[in-house]
């Protein structure tokens, strides 16, 4: 049974920063690409990010302020979230990732997220 246990969430000003972490445990295999997706209250979920030995995703909207970490001996993940925003504020979850090409076409790939935890809020206010 998959496991993803994600903490670090809080309330922060805009402009602050966190640092969320995955601790997951139950795989079947030694590794899998592990990222964070997020939902705000009616929002559609929005993925954040994607880790997949060493090669990196993110959404345009947090280019440049988060970074996506991991510790493989530890089975944990991070998130560094950096010059936060009130509209980062969401719930954000901790899963497993993959990327999906579209055939027959020259199109960037779309993330999906398969496997999550409980969440951990993140609330960025004045």
């Known amino acids: 049974q998959v496991q993803l246990v994600e903490s670090g969430g809080g309330l922060v000003q805009p402009g602050g920063s966190l640092r969320l972490s995955c601790a997951a445990s139950g795989f079947t295999k030694d590794y899998y690409a592990i990222g964070w997706f997020r939902q705000a209250p009616g929002k559609e979920r929005e993925g954040v990010s994607c880790s997949n030995h060493g090669s990196t995703y993110y959404a345009d909207s947090v280019k440049g302020r988060f970074t996506i970490s991991r510790d493989n001996a530890k089975n944990t993940v991070y998130l560094q979230m950096n010059s936060l925003k009130p509209e980062d504020t969401a719930v954000y979850y901790c899963?497993?990732?993959?990327?999906?090409?579209?055939?027959?076409?020259?199109?960037?790939?779309?993330?999906?997220?398969?496997?999550w935890g409980q969440g951990t809020q993140v609330t960025v206010s004045s």
């Open positions: 899963a497993t990732c993959r990327a999906e090409y579209n055939s027959g076409s020259d199109s960037p790939p779309t993330y999906e997220y398969d496997y």
